[in-house]
């Protein structure tokens, strides 16, 4: 396979990550960079944080429920929970963060996480969640990511990664089909395999 074909290749400079169609213009221009794969999404999402027949009532309760679960299992420090939940709505009231093809990756950037932070909910039933997509498409996978704020060129990276694979049909289809959070994480696991 070539740099070509190879759906989920990332460019990796001094500047940050992006896709490899930018990196060819980049090299012409004689800037370093490497390549590389992008991170195993079954390891950012561990199986507890997947929630299956998530039914949020909209966006703002989608945040809430999501934030509320991962300070719930333990995901995220009880002190850190109303800084994370006010950080996603102040980023979400900014610009939507729904993506294209029923994703929509709400996220933040948090003083003093020590590594990324991630949950995924699957929405079901018919209509999704309205989530002011790019293509107008309901969100039926929610991510939430709140990551290091220290970390810029993490954060860049890891949006691409989830966006890139979340992209692709079949993985979505694999996942909404899922039947539990373990199964979830099994078809997260193949995807990046």
């Known amino acids: ?68 679960h991962l300070t719930n299992n333990g995901s995220l420090k009880e002190s850190q929970s109303e800084l994370a939940l006010g950080a996603v709505q102040r980023r979400e009231r900014s610009m939507s963060t729904g993506m294209e093809k029923g994703v929509a990756i709400p ?45 810029k060129l993490l954060h860049i990276r890891t949006l691409a990664d989830v966006a890139r694979i979340l992209g692709i049909a079949q993985v979505r289809e694999d996942l909404l089909a899922a039947s539990d959070s373990q199964a979830a994480h099994s078809r997260l696991v193949e995807a990046c395999a």
């Open 107 to 151: 996220h933040a950037a948090l003083p003093d996480l020590d590594e990324v932070i991630a949950v995924l909910g699957l929405v079901r039933r018919d209509g999704g969640v309205p989530f002011e997509s790019l293509d107008g498409s309901p969100a039926q996978l929610i991510v939430i990511l709140l990551i290091p704020k220290s970390k």
């Open 1 to 68: 396979m070539t740099h070509t074909e190879c759906p989920t290749r990332v460019v990796i400079n001094s500047r940050g990550h992006f896709p490899l169609t930018w990196g060819m213009e980049w090299q012409r221009a004689g800037w370093p960079m490497r390549y590389t794969f992008p991170m195993n999404l079954g390891e950012l999402f561990e199986a507890k944080n997947l929630i299956v027949d998530f039914d949020p009532l909209d966006k703002w309760d989608a945040i809430e429920s999501m934030i509320r």
